[in-house]
C-alpha cells in the first residue's frame, strides 16, 4: 500500500471511530439513581437494584449507565437541584432509593419515567394514583414499612410487659413521620402505655436523644423509619446498647449490627424488584402499564447475644415466630 492511501485510511478511520463511539454512547440507555442520604449506608441496596437489573438483562458499564445522585445527612433541600440535573442529561429513567426523592423526582418531570422504592403508601403520598392504575410516568414498591408501629410495640409488650415508659426515635423532617406518630399514639393507647417521641435528624441529634434518655431512662426504645437512623444504624445501635435500652427496629440490618430485634420488611427484595421494573420499562413497557408491587416479605430478627447484654431472656413464643435468630 502506498504512504499516501495509508494516509487516506488513517483519516477515514480517526474520522469514523469517534463517529461508532458516539453512536454506541448514544445507544447505551441512562439510569438516573436519586437517594435523599449517602450511598455509603445503602451500598447493599444499591446492589439489590444492580440485582435486579442484571436478571432482566441489564449490566452496568456493560449496555446500561447509571448517574447516582445523593445528599449529604440532612440536606433534603438540595433533592429538587439533583433531580432537575437528571432531568437535564436526558435519562431514560430516575429509580429513586426512597420517598423523599420520590416526591422530588416527581415534581422534577411528568415524561420521564420514575420507579420508586417507598415504605409509606404512595397514593395517600400522591406518587401514583391508585396501585393498580399508577397513572402517569411514575410506579415502583411499597413496603409499608411506617404502617408497622403497631406490630413493633407489640412485640415490645410481648418481651417486657412491665414496661411503663416507652421512648420513640423519629425524624421529624421525613414525610413518613407524621401517619408514624399517629399509628404510634393509637397503638400504646390500646395498650396502656406511656410513650414519649425523640426527635433526631441529624448524627448530633441522635447523640442528643440518648444523652436524654441517659439522664431520664426509658423502659424501651421503637426507632422509627427514616434514612437518618439507617444511615447512622451503627451509632443507633451502639447508643442504645451503651444505654441498655432495649430496642426494636424496622430493618434486619440493625439487628445485624448488634440491635436487639426488628420487625420489617426484606428492603433488599423491594430494591431487586425496583431494578426489575427499570429494566422492563428500558425494555419499552410504561411505568402506566405497570402496577405498584408490594413487598410482603416480613421478617422478625432477635438477636439473643445482645439479650444477653441487657440480661433479657426472650420468651418461648417470640422465639418461636422469629424468622432468625442470631446466638
Do not use: C
Amino acid at each position: 500500500m502506498r504512504r499516501r492511501q495509508f494516509i487516506k485510511l488513517l483519516s477515514a478511520a480517526a474520522v469514523t471511530w469517534p463517529l461508532a463511539a458516539r453512536a454506541q454512547e448514544a445507544a447505551t440507555p441512562m439510569i438516573g439513581v436519586l437517594s435523599s442520604t449517602p450511598l455509603v449506608g445503602r451500598a447493599h441496596l444499591v446492589t439489590a437494584f444492580q440485582q435486579g437489573l442484571r436478571e432482566t438483562g441489564y449490566l452496568e458499564g456493560r449496555n446500561v449507565a447509571i448517574e447516582y445522585r445523593w445528599t449529604e445527612e440532612n440536606q433534603y433541600d438540595r433533592l429538587p437541584d439533583l433531580a432537575a440535573d437528571l432531568v437535564r442529561r436526558h435519562v431514560a429513567v430516575i429509580a429513586t432509593l426512597d420517598t423523599t426523592s420520590a416526591i422530588e423526582a416527581k415534581a422534577a418531570t411528568t415524561t420521564i419515567p420514575i420507579v420508586f422504592t417507598s415504605g409509606g403508601d404512595p397514593v395517600k403520598l400522591g406518587l401514583v394514583a391508585s396501585l393498580n392504575r399508577p397513572g402517569g410516568n411514575v410506579t415502583g414498591v411499597t413496603f409499608l414499612i411506617a404502617t408497622l408501629a403497631a406490630k413493633q410495640l407489640g412485640l415490645l409488650h410481648e418481651l417486657l410487659p412491665n414496661a411503663t415508659r416507652i421512648a420513640v426515635l423519629v425524624d421529624p423532617k421525613f414525610p413518613l413521620t407524621e401517619s408514624f406518630v399517629a399509628d404510634v399514639r393509637a397503638a400504646a393507647s390500646a395498650i396502656g402505655k406511656q410513650i414519649e417521641f425523640l426527635y433526631a435528624s441529624t448524627g448530633g441529634d441522635i447523640n442528643t436523644v440518648f444523652a436524654s434518655i441517659a439522664r431520664k431512662p426509658a423502659d424501651a426504645l421503637l426507632v422509627g423509619p427514616a434514612p437518618v437512623f439507617n444511615s447512622r444504624r451503627a451509632q443507633v445501635v451502639t447508643g442504645a446498647t451503651y444505654h441498655k435500652v432495649p430496642a426494636i427496629y424496622s430493618l434486619r440490618e440493625n439487628t445485624e449490627a448488634g440491635g436487639l430485634m426488628s420487625y420489617g420488611l426484606s428492603l433488599t427484595n423491594a430494591y431487586r424488584q425496583a431494578g426489575i421494573y427499570t429494566a422492563r420499562i428500558l425494555k419499552g413497557e410504561k411505568p402506566t402499564d405497570l402496577p405498584v408491587m408490594q413487598s410482603t416479605k416480613f421478617e422478625l430478627l432477635i438477636n439473643l447475644n445482645t439479650a444477653k447484654i441487657f440480661g433479657l431472656s426472650f420468651p418461648p413464643g417470640l422465639l418461636a415466630i422469629a424468622d432468625e435468630v442470631i446466638e
